[in-house]
């Protein structure tokens, strides 16, 4: 059931179901992060890794040292900048989150999303809702609730619509455990923007990083293959290829020409359903020219390395 009713959600929620959950970045997959039973429906639903943890959204600042074991001046500086926003915290886990959801880490990644419904539903459900994207394990986010719907299907009990996603890429992952701040996947938030707000230099460090959602190598991935390109005369066969590309790229001879917009924010709002539309084309293979790799264009380059690291 797609929907705008929140409190037909919160009702879901509360009766242990899933309900596919706008945010600024992805739809998520939401359940009680509390819920053991709950939990585990998602994690079969999704097709997820047991031993891959999920992010908890929460509604306020106050509300996210309730959920963790510590909660450092750093999590307060990023917090207190960058939240609601795409940004998600990984901290020493409390007791109030089900180990399900943590994915046997230690830890708890935790976001307060920039989204009005997403925000009034965790408020009406009175708990932080574990919610990774709402699609099959390994495959493209969904950026509408169509995507949802058309991932899920009658597996997701209600689907809580709130248009298209702004931003489109899952969010900025920023490590708090180590001795010093580091970033485990890219976003919106950039390096830069989140060692400005700490004033410190971020950690580069990453073989002890905890698990981390979306980090696997191979994530993001439509059905055809991808294939990345620094210019279209690299497509040996592009009669039987998809080309997606930043606007105005010269191209001839393809299957077709897929404009990803004229910026990197551009291009990362419209990747994945630009992926999902090229699955769906009659090509052979998806050729990508990604954006300049200039704030969140390097977020797009990761997400794109990963759904080609999947052919």
């Known amino acids: 059931m797609i929907t705008t009713d ?3 959600a919160a009702a879901a929620i509360r009766a242990g179901g899933l309900v596919g959950m706008p945010t600024e970045t992805v739809y998520g997959l939401a359940a009680d992060a509390t819920n053991r039973s709950a939990i585990e429906r998602l994690y079969t639903v999704k097709g997820r890794p047991t031993d891959h943890p999920s992010i908890v959204h ?4 106050d509300d996210a040292r309730s959920w963790v074991a510590e909660w450092p001046a750093e999590a307060d500086l990023l917090a207190r900048r960058f939240w609601p926003g795409p940004l998600t915290l990984i901290l020493p886990a409390g007791k109030r989150a089900d180990p399900a959801a943590l994915g046997g880490t ?11 419904l997403a925000l009034e539903l965790i408020e009406a459900c009175g708990t932080g809702l574990a919610a990774p994207s709402a699609n099959r394990f390994g495959r493209v986010s969904p950026t509408t609730a169509l995507h949802v719907a058309e991932d899920l299907g009658s597996d ?3 689907i809580l619509d709130g248009g298209r996603c702004g931003v489109g890429l899952e969010s900025t992952i920023v490590d708090l455990t180590g001795a010093k701040p580091r970033i485990l996947r890219p976003g919106a938030i950039t390096a830069e923007m989140v060692e400005e707000a700490l004033q410190t230099p971020l950690s580069p460090l990453l073989a002890d990083a905890p698990r981390a959602p979306g980090t696997l190598a191979a994530h993001y991935a439509p059905r055809l293959p991808v294939v990345l390109i620094a210019a279209p005369s690299d497509v040996e066969d592009p009669r039987s290829t998809t080309l997606i590309a930043p606007t105005g790229t010269s191209a001839v001879g393809f299957h077709a020409v897929v404009d990803a917009g004229d910026t990197p924010a551009t291009y990362a709002e419209r990747l994945y359903a630009l992926l999902r539309a090229s699955d769906m084309s009659g090509a052979a293979r998806i050729a990508v020219l990604p954006p300049e790799q200039t704030g969140i264009g390097i977020a797009v380059m990761d997400r794109l390395r990963r759904a080609a690291a999947s052919a």
Do not use: E, H
Not at 58 to 61: E, K, L, M, N, S
Not at 106 to 116: E, K
């Open 6 to 8: 929140v409190q037909a």
């Open 58 to 61: 929460i509604a306020t600042v």
């Open 106 to 116: 230690g830890t708890v990644a935790l976001r307060l999303p920039d989204n009005l």
């Open 156 to 158: 997701v009990d209600v």
